[in-house]
């Protein structure tokens, strides 16, 4: 019997009061305007200063609260159930060390545009201000990682503070929020606060105008080389966006390719798909969007993994730019039509505006030729060992058997996570868990955990390095507590991996402190753990222990031992250009001159 459901049975009382029956203080009715938003499930730690929270939660069976093992991976695990669920993940922490320990977290879900509202205790408000134990300045700490934050100053502002809260984390560009609540607060009588109004649904926001709209529909009649490139803001739209887009991309007969946070959001199995571009891309997607005419980007912001050197980003071609931050239009690369407004609705205008356009569709033969190509160069090919596991071996043994599970993957950063991007599947939203603008070590495990909350039937699989897992391993003990069966693959090189690239390519090959000399038998601890788990290092042995691995009922642990000199290609080398490209360490793809 889980948890949740012990402590509901040990509180009949508690289950036959309606919310407003007796007097509630203010922590019960933050509980109550969290059920109201929407919300079910919440991540946490308990300490001092929300203690009349967790006093709260006690019994409440409309809250399924994750006890986590620190305050960092409370954040990423509501990330992973956010990102799957398009809810809001909820955290709460307590003061001091608790709160600091969420920041790695709000920065990660602030980078990748993540709706997460953390609830951090405080000292009584007397006491604000004088060094009290485990005082920060929660506000002043978190600014930098929040789209907002704040103070429950009174008592009675909480229900309309929390409100607020978390309609700005899902709003917009999402990302996360921070609510303070001294201690005496959340123990203060609250009446009962006056019901939500009913209101319409709310259209989605779009600023951009019809004529835009229609000229962007005849450029891309009339492109004879365009090419469209999603990212995560298409995730973040919901799945209806993606469609569109794969409906609009299909009707011009385009190559698609995706950023690293957008994979998923057109089916990896459509013939139009070049695959993720960027530093790491693949070769066919990264030539084509340096030679294309048009480049329409929707929910992508032309950050630098993927632009490479600015100044010589797709020289020739006109730019399509549709975002729902007006701030990231135009930001670093100039664009010829700029369509604000979320990417679900301008896309369905836009849909609209190309089939009422007159002008018939350019014939891409000559376009895809070229992109054809670029990919006989068959930059991914998979060269097998038989001495050692070589990581594209491991990468796509697992897609191969991960293809046509609709299984959940979430990875940590570094090598490993290239890989999967390069050669996992996904053919819809949602099911691609990683961290893209801060790069955190540590986000894979408990964002799995997150997922498999959210969905507790699917196939959840962690993607690690021995490196990362070790930044928040001892997760393992909360995906027991609250029977997760997620599936932990561990590409173990031994080092930091992509730290060890770069050295090596970039400076002079001193591999410094990139070695990690006292790696754990991580086959006793996640078996100490409580997880099944085995170690695999013959390549003849490793499809077998996959399946295995991916075919357990519950949380298990596949510690690979791969070739710890492997480097990740391609690539394109700081300071190139999309056209300059580096296919292993001794070839450098350069295009052609015309």
């Not at 009290?132 to 600014?143: N, P, V, W």
């Not at 835009?212 to 450029?219: P, V």
């Not at 070589?390 to 950063?413: C, F, K, N, Y």
């Not at 959210?454 to 001892?474: F, H, K, R, T």
Request: glycine share 8%; aromatic share 6%; net charge negative.
């Amino acid at each position: 019997m889980c948890l949740m459901n012990e402590l509901a049975l040990a509180a009949p009382a508690l289950l036959a009061e309606t919310p407003d029956a007796a007097p509630r203080n203010a922590a019960q009715r933050l509980l109550d305007t969290l059920v109201e938003g929407g919300v079910e499930v919440v991540f946490g730690y308990p300490g001092g200063a929300v203690l009349p929270i967790y006093d709260a939660l006690h019994g409440e069976p409309r809250l399924h609260h994750v006890l986590v093992r620190h305050e960092q991976a409370a954040v990423h695990a509501a990330e992973g159930y956010a990102r799957v669920t398009g809810k809001v993940g909820v955290v709460i922490a307590t003061s001091g060390p608790g709160m600091s320990n969420t920041t790695t977290g709000l920065l990660d879900a602030m980078c990748d545009s993540i709706p997460v509202l953390c609830i951090c205790g405080q000292v009584p408000r007397a006491l604000i201000g004088t060094q009290a134990f485990q005082e920060c300045d929660a506000l002043g700490i978190s600014r930098p990682v929040t789209k907002w934050n704040a103070r429950v100053e009174q008592p009675e502002d909480t229900v309309a503070l929390v409100r607020k809260a978390l309609a700005t984390a899902a709003g917009g560009r999402p990302g996360p929020v921070l609510l303070e609540m001294p201690k005496d607060v959340q123990q203060a009588e609250v009446a009962a606060p006056a019901p939500l109004p009913a209101t319409a649904a709310k259209p989605r926001s779009m600023s951009c105008t019809t004529e835009a709209l229609r000229e962007a529909a005849a450029l891309i009649r009339n492109a004879r080389r365009p090419i469209f490139y999603g990212g995560g803001g298409l995730i973040n739209s919901g799945e209806a966006a993606c469609n569109a887009f794969t409906r609009i991309v299909r009707d011009a007969d385009a190559p698609c390719t995706l950023t690293l946070m957008g994979l998923g959001a057109f089916p990896a199995s459509d013939p139009r798909f070049l695959g993720m571009l960027g530093m790491h891309g693949t070769l066919e997607a990264n030539v084509a969007m340096h030679e294309a005419d048009l480049v329409v980007c929707v929910g992508a912001r032309f950050d630098d993994r993927v632009t490479g050197r600015l100044d010589a980003f797709c020289p020739g071609s006109r730019k399509i730019h549709i975002d729902v931050d007006p701030k990231s239009v135009g930001r670093l690369v100039p664009v010829d039509v700029p369509l604000v407004g979320d990417c679900g609705a301008v896309l369905e205008e836009l849909e609209r505006c190309l089939a009422e356009c007159a002008e018939p569709r350019t014939d891409l033969a000559d376009w895809w030729a070229a992109v054809h190509t670029w990919r006989a160069e068959d930059c991914l090919r998979v060269e097998r060992s038989d001495d050692v596991i070589q990581p594209r071996h491991l990468m796509s043994a697992l897609g191969e058997q991960l293809a046509g599970r609709d299984a959940i993957v979430s990875t940590d950063v570094g090598q490993h996570q290239m890989w999967a991007a390069q050669f996992l599947p996904f053919e819809r939203p949602h099911r691609w868990l990683t961290s893209g603008g801060a790069g955190t070590m540590g986000y894979g495990l408990p964002a799995a955990i997150g997922a498999q909350i959210a969905e507790p039937d699917a196939l959840v699989v962690c993607v690690s390095g021995d490196a990362s897992i070790l930044m928040n391993i001892q997760e393992m003990s909360t995906a027991v507590q609250h029977a997760t069966p997620v599936k932990v693959i561990v590409s173990n090189n031994g080092c930091m991996g992509m730290v060890r690239q770069w050295q090596e390519l970039h400076h002079g090959g001193r591999r410094s402190h990139s070695w990690t000399e006292a790696l754990p038998d991580f086959v006793a601890v996640a078996r100490g753990f409580g997880w099944q788990a085995e170690r695999v290092t013959d390549p003849a042995d490793l499809e077998a222990a996959l399946a295995r691995c991916l075919a357990s009922p519950g949380a298990y642990f596949l510690d690979v031992g791969v070739a710890s000199l492997a480097n990740c290609f391609p690539m394109i080398p700081a300071g190139a250009a999309h056209h300059e490209v580096m296919l292993d360490e001794n070839t450098m793809y350069r295009l052609p001159r015309a």
